[in-house]
């Protein structure tokens, strides 16, 4: 049974401006180590179209879980690292949850999640579909 779904859409000229200002914090405090080394290696060495991406699918699960004590869309306290986007062994986007965003998760008995990623020009796009 379907629990939650989520979409959003995120603008790639704005990851392209955090990874060119070496100030800027933003990048640590919204995606893992794992996903910034994923998004740098990529052999095209397009980094902010996989990070835009995966910013858009860490919004979607927030409005997924929209129902969530933690996760709602009013909880701007969600630390982004604890939803993180990998690739499985096929390739395929997945989703793996961390800390209050696990605990929250499982509170809505999640026992799967589906994730859709896609780029086009400067949008990225996530679909996420939460399943019980």
Known sequence: ?????GIDVARIGQFVDALNDPATRF?????????????RAQAHGDAARHLAARYAAKEAVIKAGGRAEGLGPRD????????????????APGLVFHGVVADAI???????????????EDLAIAMVILES
């Open 27 to 39: 990048l640590s405090t919204h995606f893992t180590p794992g996903e910034l080394a994923y998004a």
């Open 76 to 91: 701007r306290q969600v630390d982004f690292r604890e939803i993180e986007v990998i690739n499985t062994a096929a390739g």
């Open 1 to 5: 049974m379907i629990v939650g779904i």
């Open 106 to 120: 499982a509170r809505m008995g999640v026992r799967r999640s589906h994730l859709s990623l896609s780029h086009e």
